[in-house]
């Protein structure tokens, strides 16, 4: 008897029950693809609470749930160019892990795609930002993450502000949403180099004066990367280091409306989804789309 038609193996029918879980709006090819996204499963430096290693595909299976078509943004997600390779495969030092999410940055971005990263600590940010030395970063957090060392580490996820600023330089850092700043890092000679909008003001003149009043670059490309403490718990509770007293998930949502189309890496960071209820896992996803679609918005 010849094997006419019949495949070699059982593969085909098997993939179809079995599959790597991906953001359900990713149908492409990395190749075809606009948005790279991937996962980055590591929270190695954590200080406080650990479990952000278990975000990436928290955040994938919150955002099973979400709609695919969004008529405020008049986009289908699921028409996107939208690609997900994955999670990184990590070791447990975490210079070697901020090398590989450089390289991995690097190659997404010298395709001209726009890579979105979800963590994970705050550390790995480090290693992307290494790729957009002339952008402008915007950074959402509770805390101003600018020590030098801390644990030991100049890879910890407390010093990603100060790595950055190594990067990039004077007057190109806007974090939003800092309550939490420590003596040594007040002290820090270069701390003013760097925008410190504190949850306070955001709270108090709403977030779009706070944004007026921080003078940013008007023309730079930008890097975007979401702290999900910078969130108040009351939205964000499942956090590596909870902070009260925060911004609202729609003043998060307002500045990536505003800068979207100037967004040139995204990251969202610092889930655990150990201490979820679910609500954090699925704010995390929402604020993917908004970055897609706001992005995807024609006019
Ligand atoms: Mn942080
Ligand atoms: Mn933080």
């Known amino acids: 008897m010849g094997s006419n038609g019949r ?3 059982n593969a085909g029918e098997l993939s179809s029950y079995i599959s790597l879980r991906k953001i359900a709006d990713a149908h492409y090819s990395y ?3 606009k948005y790279v996204i991937f996962g980055v499963p590591f929270d190695q430096t954590s200080s406080f609470r650990k479990g952000s290693s278990l975000a990436p595909d928290a955040v994938r299976i919150a955002y099973d749930n979400l709609e695919s078509f969004d008529a405020y943004y008049g986009v289908d997600f699921g028409e996107i160019p939208i ?3 994955g999670n990184l495969s990590v070791s447990e030092d975490p210079e070697e892990v901020v090398d590989s999410v450089q390289r991995i940055t690097e190659l997404i971005s010298g395709d001209d795609k726009i890579p979105i990263m979800i963590g994970g600590e705050h550390s790995i940010t480090g290693g992307a930002i290494r790729n957009f030395k002339n952008s402008t970063m915007i950074i959402i957090d509770a805390h101003s993450d600018f020590r030098d060392e801390y644990m030991g580490s100049k890879f910890n996820h407390a010093c990603i502000t100060h790595r950055a600023f190594e990067v990039l330089g004077e007057g190109k850092i806007f974090s939003f949403g800092t309550r939490s700043i420590s003596r040594e890092e007040f002290e820090d000679k270069d701390f003013s ?3 410190f909008i504190r949850a306070e003001e955001i709270l108090r003149n709403g977030i779009n004066s706070a944004v007026e009043n921080a003078k940013i670059p008007s023309n730079s490309s930008i890097y975007f990367s979401i702290d999900m403490d910078g969130m108040d718990p009351s939205y964000a ?6 902070e009260p007293y925060g911004i609202r998930d729609t003043d998060v949502r307002a500045l ?4 979207s189309k100037r967004i040139v890496g995204f990251d969202v960071l610092e889930f ?4 979820d209820n679910g609500n954090t896992a699925v704010l995390a996803a929402k604020l993917i789309q908004d970055f897609i679609g706001s992005r995807e918005m024609k006019n």
Do not use: M
């Open 7 to 9: 495949q070699k193996d």
């Open 31 to 33: 190749e075809d693809s």
């Open 83 to 85: 690609c997900d390779l």
């Open 193 to 195: 180099k760097v925008k």
């Open 237 to 242: 509770p499942a956090v590596g280091t909870p």
């Open 256 to 259: 990536i409306r505003k800068f």
């Open 272 to 275: 655990s989804p150990v201490y």
